[in-house]
């Protein structure tokens, strides 16, 4: 087995920084492995194999000559109550970054090998402690930007996903043992079950895989936030709306036109997700070059973000560029906004679009109506709720359609009357598919692609 270019040897004792790198009150090593109680006690004071499971013990650490290198906390953790299924020795030294690496150091002259990114967590997959659904939600966890992308990787790590997984390996097994029984024993036809029960179970499963598929449009916001795009003529208040909503002065706020030359990007946190928020050079015409460019990468801010909002200037009323880029933008992901309602502007052209809102980006009015109307658009069916099993990683949803399509095989093959043999062979399938989400039938490669991604320490 290699595991990211290494060859993996189960039980191998290795160390690494837990904590993130720089200044800090405590800095965590960890040692994972067969001999880490034996590295433990070549350089800790204290008596390590005395010492029960989970229990946290005081006492200094020395180097091969004999000199103090730190006071520190150690924590022992025994065989399969660890976070690895390994004993598991944390030391809790002083959080500098030299003294860190230090005593890092002095693990490794010890006997330990130092981990490679992901290697406690992939330990921890290889030893059963976790599938491969969990493996990648720690990683989720720990990248999660707002609260419920957190929540989405927390249910993914108690198993959530993987136990729906399960359920669907478990009634693709039973109709795949039918089949089966019916390639041994051709003459006697499908036992069990009838052609009927059979499709309709297929299907009601295919249904709920499918289900779970499209729950990835939501999972992908919820993971990986929203792309807003601003876009209008210049001076019609983009800048001043995205420093609105900002809640800062982020863009500049000019009254000559073309101040905004290239496309300004901020984040923020709206209705609890992490959003992308980008103001554009106005699109129009123009004559020097680097303005040009300027809008060159409007229009593809514009096609890229995942919601437009076309602000327009309420005081001056819908002008010719305004109706120009009216007939550019995807309304179905487009919100248009009436600026500067604070001038009491009148006699407003009526728009015929699907999302329109009237604010002041200047007075700060109408902003809630344009935070729910942004709510409205990015959720097919209203915002997820907190037990609703998500998907956010594209490998899940592949695995998932691969999976339905081979699924979808067996019915028509069931319905045209195909062999047996080779339903079979379609539902096996379908079952590897499945199987690939929580890490049994997964090829090497894709393991280190998926454990590399880590921090080393995890
Ligand atoms: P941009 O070129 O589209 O980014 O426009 P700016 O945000 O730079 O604004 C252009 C001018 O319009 C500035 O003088 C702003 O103060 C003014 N402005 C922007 N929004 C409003 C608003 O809601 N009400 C009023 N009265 N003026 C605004």
């Known amino acids: 087995m290699e595991f990211i270019h290494q060859p993996y040897y189960p039980g191998e004792t290795i160390a690494a920084i837990a904590t993130p790198p720089g200044e800090g009150g405590v800095a965590i090593i960890r040692i994972s492995g067969d001999q880490s109680l034996e590295v433990a006690a070549k350089i800790f004071s204290g008596s390590i194999f005395s010492y029960r499971s989970h229990t946290a013990h005081y006492g200094q650490i020395y180097n091969s000559s004999g000199e103090h290198v730190d ?20 030391i809790h030294c002083h959080g500098g970054s030299l003294i860190t690496r230090k005593v890092l150091e002095v693990v490794l002259a010890a006997g330990a090998r130092a981990a490679l990114p992901g290697e406690f967590t992939f330990k921890a997959y290889m030893n059963g402690k976790i599938d491969l659904a969990q493996a990648e939600a720690v990683q989720e966890l720990i990248c999660a930007k707002n609260e419920k992308a957190l929540g989405a990787a927390e249910s993914q790590l108690k198993g959530s996903l993987s136990n729906r997984v399960l359920a669907f390996q478990s009634t693709l097994t039973q109709i795949a043992a039918i089949l089966e029984a019916w390639v041994d024993f051709p003459e006697e036809g499908l036992e069990f079950a009838t052609m009927d029960e059979l499709d309709q179970d297929l299907e009601r499963t295919a249904k709920d895989m499918e289900k779970l598929v499209n729950s990835f449009h939501n999972g992908k916001i919820l993971h990986d936030g929203l792309s807003i795009c601003l876009i209008g003529c210049p001076n019609v208040g983009k800048s001043s709306l995205m420093n609105a909503l900002l809640d800062k002065d982020r863009a500049i706020v000019s009254p000559i036109p073309g101040t905004t030359r290239d496309v300004l990007e901020d984040h923020l946190r709206l209705n609890g997700l992490h959003i992308k928020l980008s103001d554009t050079a106005g699109i129009r015409e123009a004559n020097e070059s680097v303005e040009q460019e ?43 906004i009436w600026n500067k309602i604070d001038l009491n502007p009148r006699n407003l052209p009526c728009l015929e679009v699907p999302f329109l809102v009237h604010l002041s980006a200047k007075e700060k009015i109408g902003l809630e109506e344009l935070h729910q109307t942004i709510d409205t658009i990015i959720w097919q069916d209203g915002p997820p709720s907190k037990e609703e099993i998500l998907i956010t990683n594209v490998r899940h949803k592949e695995a998932l359609i691969e999976s339905i399509e081979s699924l979808r095989r067996v019915q028509i093959g069931l319905r045209h009357q195909v062999s047996p043999e080779f339903l079979t062979l379609d539902m096996r399938q379908s ?4 199987g ?23």
């Open 436 to 458: 690939k989400i929580i890490g049994t039938n997964i090829s090497e490669d894709i393991l280190s692609a998926i454990f590399s991604k880590f921090c080393i320490g995890k």
């Open 71 to 90: 006071d520190v906390l150690v924590l022992i953790m025994l065989g399969k109550r660890s976070y690895t299924g390994e004993n598991t020795v944390e």
């Open 294 to 336: 300027g809008i060159r990468r409007s229009k593809k801010a514009m096609q890229e973000a995942d919601l437009i909002l076309l602000v327009l200037d309420a005081h001056k009323g819908l002008e010719k560029e305004d109706q120009e880029l009216l007939k550019q933008v995807p309304f179905h992901k487009t919100i248009v």
């Open 431 to 434: 079952l590897l598919e499945l």
